[in-house]
């Protein structure tokens, strides 16, 4: 007879696969006990097959719960490694093609922070049904957590098949989702890991995602196959993300000036603000280099807020010390146009330099001006209320509209330096400029030219009846000691 001591019971769900083919699901009790023969405390295992079990809406609840997402009803991420590691076995002896896709919601916390969790809980369903609509009976599709999804692609022609099911996909979200009042547009970012020989399922769900952070990076709506290159890449861009964190803590940044000079006059009469990294084991790290990364991990609002921190500061300097400008111009990020308390943040900046909002300038890309319209629109409006002036920077690079450019309250257009380049000598590039010009005036915009670097370039923009420039002609970026410097020799 047993002697229960104690008695602990464990109740354990789990999956057995049966003969490399089916998976079953199962109940089980385990409890402990004392031998009194053997004189030792022993374990007692009760097992029960779920789908024998006496079908009541109990064990129905239990194994829903046990093996589906309870938001969605997609497969869950337990059976989904499952069925992945069962997939493979049969792979292994079959030879046939698979496929591993790691899908993430573009922008879904901008849905959850604006519009609130019961909406974004509706999308996500939403969306999980819109994609089951696109896949085959043998596919697998489930949901990883948060705004991720899963899909297996199984027993595919062709490895390369898998293009045909995103291709579907994409086009299924082309339209946008109505979910009570409001219009979401759905997009996702994709990584896809093709099955080669040897890769267990943890490696082939490790590259899917290290694929999608890969797509990510290169703009939304994006997909993008693992290769070991990108592997190497992921890694770098996950090393470069803590060396943001730590930059940002230790103060490693760093803000420089480029003039801004009247072509008449020959004056400085502004500045852009341009932001620098002095990382201590690389050196001074190029923007270009870190910046797309700081975007993607949300660190551009800490590392923007630090910009127009020093920008207004500094302006505010040069001002009370008698020097003429006209204005300080500082970037706008995608992420700081969408963020809700950015306003306010730019508000108090002002209030905490003391500088007036009609010496600092914004500037924005005609690409985030046409991917983000609706937020672009309602954040350069209460900008531009707040009596801060508005600039359009690297016009001719994009693909807005007239009727674009009437309806934003922007103040000046900033031609990209791509035509700048060859304008002394390239006849196109001149008619380029000199319509861009002559538009902008139409409008009643300024015009600012960059790039520029000689005096055969400043002659043409000069006849062009161009206001502004900047560029290596006059200086480089310098620091706010240097620019002061260069104000002083522009007053005398």
């Given amino acids: 007879m047993h002697r229960l001591l104690k008695r602990q019971i464990k109740k354990v769900l789990g999956i057995e696969s049966f003969d490399d083919t089916r998976l079953l699901p199962f109940f089980k009790l385990i409890s402990d006990y ?48 499952e069925e992945l590691k069962l997939t493979l076995k049969q792979v292994k002896r079959h ?35 819109i994609i089951e609509g696109c896949i ?19 027993d595919l022609t062709h490895s390369g098949d898998c ?50 952070y890969l797509a990510k990076e290169g703009g939304k709506n994006n997909y993008a196959f693992y290769t070991s290159k990108i592997g190497r890449q992921v890694l770098l861009n996950a090393k ?24 008449s006059t020959g004056c400085i009469v502004g500045a852009e603000a341009l932001l620098r990294w002095d990382n201590p084991n690389e050196g001074v790290v190029s923007p270009l280099d870190f910046i797309p990364i700081a975007e993607e991990k949300g660190h551009i609002i800490d590392i ?11 302006m505010k ?35 905490s330099t003391g500088l007036d909002a009609s010496y600092l300038e914004f500037e924005v890309t005609e690409t985030i001006i046409m991917k983000e319209a609706e937020y672009a629109f309602k954040t350069l409006n209460k900008l531009r209320t707040l009596g801060i002036t508005l600039s359009i920077d690297d016009f001719g690079t994009g693909y807005s509209s007239l009727a674009y450019l009437k309806k934003l309250p922007i103040n000046k257009i900033k031609i990209d330096k791509s035509f700048i380049d060859d304008i002394a000598r390239n006849e196109s590039d001149v008619e380029i400029t000199k319509a861009i010009i002559a538009m902008s005036h139409s409008l009643r915009l300024n015009v600012l030219a960059e ?42």
């Avoid at 109990?58 to 497969?75: E, H, P, V």
């Avoid at 005096?455 to 923009?461: E, G, K, P, S």
């Fill in 95 to 129: 030879k046939r093609n698979i496929a591993l896709l790691f899908f993430d919601l573009d922008d879904f916390k901008i849905v959850n922070d604006t519009l609130g969790h019961d909406i974004g809980d509706e999308l996500l369903i939403k969306v999980g049904k």
């Fill in 240 to 263: 470069l993300d803590m060396s943001l964190r730590k930059a940002i803590e230790n103060k490693e940044f760093f803000v420089l000036y480029q003039p801004q000079i009247n072509i």
């Fill in 317 to 351: 300097s040069w001002l009370d010390k008698g020097y003429p400008l006209n204005n300080i111009s500082v970037n706008l990020s995608v992420k700081e146009i969408r963020q809700e308390s950015f306003i306010q943040g730019v508000k108090d900046i002002l209030k």
């Fill in 34 to 81: 004392y031998d009194e023969k053997d004189k030792e405390r022993k374990l007692l295992e009760n097992a029960l097959d779920v789908n024998s079990l006496e079908l009541n809406e109990a064990n129905s609840q239990l194994k829903k719960m046990a093996f589906y997402d309870t938001l969605t009803g997609l497969t869950n991420r337990k059976l989904f490694e």
């Fill in 451 to 492: 790039g520029v670097e000689t005096a055969a370039q400043l002659q043409v923009l000069k006849e062009l009846n161009c206001e502004k420039y900047q560029g290596y002609y006059f200086s480089k970026p310098i620091s706010a000691d240097q620019f002061q410097v260069l104000l002083e020799k522009s007053k005398v």
């Fill in 136 to 154: 085959r009976s043998c596919d697998t599709l489930a949901r990883w957590g948060g705004d991720e999804f899963v899909l297996l692609l199984d």
């Fill in 163 to 212: 293009t045909v099911v995103i291709n579907d996909i994409q086009r299924a979200f082309e339209q946008p989702i109505h979910l009570d009042e409001h219009q979401l547009q759905v997009s996702f970012s994709i990584g896809i890991n093709i099955y080669e020989e040897g890769q267990d399922a943890a490696e082939m769900i490790k590259n899917a995602d290290m694929a999608m």
């Fill in 304 to 314: 923007g807020k630090y910009v127009l921190e020093e920008a207004c500061k500094d």
